[in-house]
């Protein structure tokens, strides 16, 4: 079975720092992971994705995260907060390696909520 | 180019009603899916679909059913609906050649 882990519910990060929103999985096969960003009252909006190649991935709104098979985590990072990064983050998983029709399971962890103090 | 688009935003049901939510894609993404949000959680997988006439089930499928006639569309049914069934329900949909989704606004619901 695959599963996400974010283990803080809460960041409250300063306007101009830098952020760390942590995210450990566990799956049988390849991870193919994701960065998801829901502000409020909308759906869940895509921030970036690790699939194969470069450990570190770019995604939008300056935000990076860095894929890590050994501690198997792929923390979101970003060098300077802004007030509008504040929002709820969702880190996803799915097994790469099963056949497509499958294993369209996406395991979403249970959210960060990323505060940025002025 | 509207994206994914849900129908009701909100949606009041007493115990043992039924509906429909209805979930509307215009990029012409072959799969299509169906999760519940409920607080404090994750979202949960209820039904997808991979193609118009293929739908299969999520981790949570019970008390819903879907259909997919069309690549446009993919409706899902509450049958009875119950008090469990109180959450917010997000439609999303991604390309054959890619994997991240697209998601919907949401469709708030509450079963009383």
């Known amino acids: 079975a695959q599963s996400v882990a974010q283990p803080e519910d809460q960041v409250n990060v300063a306007e101009g720092n830098p952020l760390t929103v942590k995210c450990t999985y566990s799956?049988?096969?390849?991870?193919?992971l994701f960065w998801y960003v829901q502000y409020p009252n909308r759906g869940l909006q895509f921030l970036l994705k690790?699939?194969?190649?470069?450990?570190l991935v770019k995604g939008s709104y300056g935000f990076e995260a860095e894929f890590n098979k050994s501690q198997t985590s792929f923390h979101l990072k970003k060098p300077s907060a802004l007030v509008s990064d504040s929002a709820l983050y969702f880190c996803?998983?799915?097994?790469?390696?099963?056949?497509?029709?499958?294993?369209?399971?996406?395991?979403f962890g249970t959210g960060t909520r990323l505060t940025i103090i002025p | 180019n509207a994206g994914v688009t849900q129908t009701p935003k909100f949606r009041i049901l007493k115990i043992g009603q039924s509906m429909t939510l209805q979930c509307t894609q215009d990029?012409?993404?072959?799969?299509m899916y169906w999760y519940r949000q409920d607080p404090g959680m994750g979202l949960k997988l209820i039904y997808y679909?991979?193609?118009?006439?293929?739908?299969d089930k999520g981790e949570v499928p019970n008390g819903y059913n879907v259909s997919r006639s069309t690549t446009e569309d993919f409706p899902l049914r509450l049958e009875l609906a119950a008090p469990s069934q109180t959450s917010v329900y997000f439609c999303?949909?991604?390309?054959?050649?890619?994997?991240?989704?697209?998601f919907g606004p949401g469709t708030r619901l509450t079963v009383t």
């Open positions: 999303a949909s991604r390309p054959g050649l890619s994997y991240e989704q697209y």
């Open positions: 799956v049988s096969g390849n991870p193919y």
């Open positions: 690790y699939i194969t190649g470069d450990n």
């Open positions: 996803a998983v799915r097994d790469g390696g099963a056949s497509n029709f499958g294993n369209e399971k996406l395991t």
């Open positions: 990029m012409n993404h072959n799969y």
């Open positions: 679909s991979v193609g118009a006439g293929i739908t």
